[in-house]
Nanobody, 118 residues
């Protein structure tokens, strides 16, 4: 098990910024890729982006590319999602996940709500 806890969500006006954090406890995640996902009411969970184990590589969904940035601090066992130029359609519960098994996202946090008002 890898308990993950997201934080940093809240209400922000369109065009604003937020930084989400995801802290892993009980087990180091420094050797694993970490991902961010989101889910809006009535929609399926959507991939946002991920970062490689050492932070050298990142990949983003087209919908957030150029606006969102994922980073990590392995010494703190923490991954971040910096969100800028937020839009109302970014409103969702945001989840982080650990990718330990190839091709899978193994463990999930409980999520943090982000609401972007127009």
């Amino acid at each position: 098990q890898v308990p993950l806890v997201e934080s940093g969500g809240g209400v922000v006006q369109a065009g604003g910024s937020l930084r989400l954090s995801c802290i892993a406890s009980g087990r180091t995640v420094s050797g694993y890729r970490m991902g961010w996902f989101r889910q809006s009411p009535g929609k399926e969970r959507e991939f946002v982006g991920f970062i490689s184990w050492n932070g050298d590589s990142t990949y983003y969904a087209d919908s957030v590319k150029g606006r969102f940035t994922i980073s990590r601090d392995n010494a703190k066992n923490t991954v971040y999602l910096q969100m800028t130029s937020l839009k109302p359609e970014d409103t969702a519960v945001y989840f982080c996940s650990t990718g330990i098994t190839a091709g899978r996202w193994d463990y999930w946090g409980q999520g943090t709500q982000v609401t972007v008002s127009s």
